[in-house]
């Protein structure tokens, strides 16, 4: 197993200097923003799909930090009922998986995407109870879509053997594991999980119970390293459903927090070893949203935690069960 990271925060530098950066704190894998949410800061997608000397170039960059890029990111939302909006992500999406196809990359990560309430509706409408009734047929029309849309994109990578690797995200259609599988089920093996444990940890899902779940079914093809810490003085008044601001840290029910600062070192080793049980071996993408502290110092304590978490080695023989 790796350790990886979603380079984003490191978009005020060039790739060569995150790259620099990054082998100098014992990284090894990349996940590269190529659109949508993440950006474009170090990859220029459009570039590398006209220019093969140019995606050769990258991955000589890459390879000569001994390192291996790990997914592509575009979050966005493709269902989103604005047909621009949605055309633009679509684009992205499909992009990206034929960039990845030439760059021998597993896997694109990404969001489900959330469309309307219904078809006449022009916001996107993250539904969360089945009452009253109408909120369950919004439900269902939610799904029909995401189906239909999924579908297509489905085949898309499977012409191109690249991996869809759906964060589970509130605000998005697909946001917790039941979800994720049922997307799956609809669709082909090419669509799982990027599992990020950061909005499990809040929708107070069991996270080790999540990834044996999805990783019985062959359903994890990324993982995201980043943690979430709720606190319980705020969350026990108004819940985690919470609108207030990123940046109003005291005022919150929760926060991404850097790897360790949510759940502690024994929590992560336990992460890891059930990944390793259901048979995941690629890369922890470390993803900074901490607030509290900077990117820099926030990847290094992940990173430093990770190493001590992660094996190094295949499972040996089992000889005392002989």
């Not at 684009?91 to 990404?110: F, M």
Request: glycine share 8%; charged share 25%; aromatic share 8%.
């Amino acid at each position: 197993m790796d350790i990886g990271v979603l380079t984003v925060p490191l978009g005020g530098q060039s790739l060569e200097e995150a790259l620099d950066y990054l082998d100098s704190i014992g990284v090894s894998a990349v996940e590269l923003g190529v659109g949508g949410f993440p950006g474009d800061d170090h990859v220029d997608r459009q570039e590398l799909l006209d220019d093969e000397s140019a995606r050769e170039e990258l991955l000589e960059l890459v390879d000569s930090h001994d390192m291996y890029i790990s997914a592509l990111a575009t979050h966005n939302n493709p269902l989103h009922p604005d047909e621009e909006t949605a055309d633009e992500a679509d684009t992205e999406l499909r992009e990206a998986v034929e960039l990845a196809d030439h760059l021998d990359v597993d896997a694109v990560t990404c969001f489900s995407g959330l469309p309307a309430g219904g078809p006449d509706d022009d916001v996107p409408n993250w539904i969360t109870a089945p009452w009253p009734t109408e909120h369950a047929d919004a439900h269902e029309y939610q799904w029909d879509v995401a189906t239909d849309y999924w579908s297509g994109l489905a085949n898309h990578a499977a012409d191109h053997e690249v991996q869809l690797a759906i964060e589970m995200h509130p605000n998005m259609l697909v946001y917790e594991p039941t979800g994720m599988l049922r997307l799956r089920e609809a669709t082909n093996q090419y669509v799982g999980a990027n599992f990020d444990p950061s909005h499990l940890y809040w929708q107070d899902i069991d996270v080790l119970a999540a990834i044996r779940y999805l990783g019985e079914a062959g359903a994890i093809h990324h993982v995201h390293a980043k943690d979430t810490r709720v606190y319980e003085d705020r969350s026990r008044i108004k819940g985690v459903l919470d609108t207030t601001s990123y940046t109003e840290e005291p005022d919150r029910s929760w926060l991404f927090r850097t790897v360790g600062y949510g759940h502690g070192e024994e929590h992560w080793k336990d992460v890891v070893s059930t990944l390793r049980m259901v048979g995941y071996d690629g890369a922890l993408s470390i993803e900074h949203e901490d607030s509290l502290t900077s990117s820099r110092e926030g990847l290094e304590k992940a990173v430093e935690l990770l190493q001590r978490s992660v094996f190094e080695t295949t499972p040996g023989e089992a000889y005392w069960a002989e």
